[in-house]
């Protein structure tokens, strides 16, 4: 190849097959060794599940125990409830049969699978020359913790981070090489309204903003011409079909209620705190920091990068796709963890220039300007010093880390220690070996996390549900059998999932609703002591006993 040529796709085919083939393996492994956890995995499995035994009229109106759904539109339900239905036909399932969680992650979890090559094609729409840039692009979002771990779970943000890097791959497609090829602009318009109709069918109150934001930062990306328009606005206007329809199917379906999802479950969490979760920008860039190592130190140097090619495609679309995502998670009135996942898409683009320029240049080639982050591998090597260090020490039990953690710091250890000491060889061999030495051992690290039982943490913040729900599966359901409801407790959609029934949290005597003869069945963890009620004792069930209550 020339110097200075751009690199034919094609060449670029092998590795991203690689690297999407290592994805699919984080993906899987290990997926359904433990439980779906609160909230919204139990949620999520509950409208898939009766989608998945829903009339073909009804499919596209999500329902929740019943009653209409208005949290999310259904684009994450309907593609659990197509797997669950493939399940059942395969194994030959009975209707009252409960998938297990692997069958309820697998959908989100292949297509969270194609972001890593994904982000590679965007970096290489703004760096057509720098082939090594894509695949390290490709590297830094194979091996982030919270992308690959987020990305298993049946949530809808693993998708809605994959339809957001779709939209960016054909609006920057938009350029100059194809303004007398009105066709060419019509298909990558098309694909930007059909990857913004996804976001519709995910997250609708972001969909939009996140559309014209994108047009903006290609409307005026510095020495690129106007684009035409008829060839845009037609392909955005087909694409966004499926999704506006969707919301006026909607609409007219289930009349004003339809608009919860815009209003009390969309933009209200900008504005205002909801159940509890206080926002403002601290705790997503918490998370930043938490989860993106090792690769965090990458990132000022990246976006000083950036800013020096503010004036070149490059360096205009990394600014600007960081400070897109950053106004819509930073003034959220309400956070939760994984709303900081929209900002993890551009930490790899603007991380990745540096990270391809480590392996790429000597320390001979690195100007003096750069000689803080020529420095960046040295600190993998301390850092992966201390963590071989620390495997010794909490095998003697003077550290006290549970036992699975202990080869997660062998393996870390070692790539951070010998890749980071390879990248400050002379030789461009060495370099590149250390480079795939440091991607490779921190992809092993995550798979030895994901196929363990520390991945899904959140399950230890609260009681096990498995023993509460085979109980409450055991006790009668209809209209005459008293309800039956959690005492002094919050609702548990993890174990109405496993339950096959709806357990209601209640605060007191207050919540508990009438009943056949004023008889209740309690689930609680002292005997029930609450004005004229009295409690009998059943059967235990973990920490919890199940009560027969008279009022």
Known sequence: MRAGSSPRPLRLAPALLLIWLLALVLALVGLGDQPLRDWDEGIVARVALELSQAPWSEKLLPTFWGDPYL????????????????????????????????????????????????????????????????????????????????????????????????????????????????SRNLVLALVAGLATSLLLLLKAPAALPLLLAVLALRWFEPDQPRLPCWPLLLGLALGLLPGLGWHGLHLMARGPDALAMWTSQGFARVGGSLEGHSGGPIPPLLELLKGGWPWLPLWPFGLALAWRQRRQRAGHWCLGLTVLTALLVLPLGTQLPWYSLLLWPPFCLVCAPVLAWLIRSG????????????????????????????????????????????????????????????????????????????????WLTLALLLSGPLWLWELNESWPVGPVAALARRQPVGATAPPLLLWREAERPALNWYAGRRVRGSAGLDDLPPSVQGEHLLLSRARPDAGDLRCVPIEPAGVFHLYRCLR
Not at 115 to 128: C, E, G, I
Not at 388 to 409: C, D, H
Not at 415 to 441: C, E, F, I
């Open 71 to 182: 949290n999310k539109p259904p684009a994450i339900h309907l593609l659990i409830a197509a797997v669950i239905g493939l399940w059942g036909a395969v194994v030959q399932a009975p209707a009252e049969a409960l998938p297990p969680a692997w069958v309820v992650r697998l959908g989100p979890a292949l297509l969270s699978a194609c972001l890593p090559p994904l982000l590679a094609l965007v970096q290489l729409r703004l760096r057509p020359a720098e082939r090594g840039t894509a695949l390290a692009t490709a590297a830094l979002a194979l091996t982030l913790m919270p992308l690959a771990r987020h990305g298993r779970l049946a949530m809808l943000d693993g998708a809605l981070l994959l339809a957001m890097a779709l939209q960016w791959w054909a609006v920057l497609g938009l350029d100059q090489r194809f303004k007398q090829r009105p």
């Open 363 to 442: 320390p001979e080639g690195r100007p003096p300007a750069a000689a803080q982050a020529a420095a960046i591998p040295w600190f993998w090597c301390g850092l992966g010093l201390l963590l071989l260090l620390a495997y010794p020490v909490a095998t003697l039990g003077i550290l006290p880390l549970p036992p699975p953690t202990r080869p997660l710091l062998l393996s870390l250890g070692v790539a951070l220690l010998a890749g980071g000491g390879l990248l400050l060889g002379d030789g461009p061999a060495g370099r590149r070996a250390g480079g795939l030495l440091l991607v490779g051992g921190v």
